[in-house]
T-cell receptor, first 111, second 112 residues
Framework: EDQVTQSPEALRLQEGESSSLNCSYTVSGLRGLFWYRQDPGKGPEFLFTLYSAGEEKEKERLKATLTKKESFLHITAPKPEDSATYLC????????????FGKGTLLTVNP | SQTIHQWPATLVQPVGSPLSLECTVEGTSNPNLYWYRQAAGRGLQLLFYSVGIGQISSEVPQNLSASRPQDRQFILSSKKLLLSDSGFYLCAYSLGSGNTIYFGEGSWLTVV
């Protein structure tokens, strides 16, 4: 059974304090690893897709990386507006693009 | 560009009452459509997906159903709601050969 596990469940940072979120996956035939940002009461917002080990993608203060077993979302010099829940999901293939989601990491950045 | 609309945003329904959540996607044709549920402390759970009009696949047996009466319209329904149906429901879509799923704003359902 495909599984995606995110850690930590919650993370508190001071503004400017860089850190990383982890996403471990056991998804057979991984066809893509996805990161989303979710604000309270809103739908998830797509951030990145990673397709192969060694791949990296960046957007503003966020950088996502992928290995054969896990993905990291690095947050450099975070700001309070980066506070959100970050979700990771794996696509195991098939014609319907079903994603297996982790439970998310709740990030709080204090000013 | 594509947009996805989902409504109502919030609703409170008594146990045993019916449910209808609607979702439409604009700016594309023949999208894959999805209904997810997000419960507190749990990850997003796929409920239904559709690859075309009238084609619905169910992932989780339950008292909910889905329909796709038009190419860009997806409806989540129930004849009789249970307390356990409370949660945050998300409609989503993906396009053609791409596998990125894009979500709507969600609907909060509270069954009382």
């Amino acid at each position: 059974e495909d599984q995606v596990t995110q850690s930590p469940e919650a993370l508190r940072l001071q503004e400017g304090e860089s850190s990383s979120l982890n996403c471990s996956y056991t998804v057979s035939g991984l066809r893509g690893l996805f990161w989303y940002r979710q604000d309270p009461g809103k739908g998830p917002e797509f951030l990145f897709t990673l397709y192969s080990a060694g791949e990296e993608k960046e957007k503003e203060r966020l950088k996502a990386t992928l290995t054969k077993k896990e993905s990291f979302l690095h947050i450099t010099a975070p700001k309070p507006e980066d506070s959100a829940t970050y979700l990771c999901a794996g696509d195991s293939g098939g014609s319907n693009y079903k994603l297996t989601f982790g439970k998310g990491t709740l990030l709080t950045v204090n000013p | 560009s594509q947009t996805i609309h989902q409504w109502p945003a919030t609703l409170v329904q008594p146990v045993g009452s019916p449910l209808s959540l609607e979702c439409t996607v604009e700016g594309t044709s023949n999208p894959n459509l999805y209904w997810y549920r997000q419960a507190a402390g749990r990850g997003l759970q796929l409920l239904f997906y559709s690859v075309g009009i009238g084609q619905i696949s169910s992932e989780v047996p339950q008292n909910l159903s889905a329909s796709r009466p038009q190419d860009r319209q997806f409806i989540l329904s129930s004849k009789k709601l249970l307390l356990s149906d409370s949660g945050f429901y998300l409609c989503a879509y993906s396009l053609g050969s791409g596998n990125t799923i894009y979500f709507g704003e969600g609907s909060w359902l509270t069954v009382v």
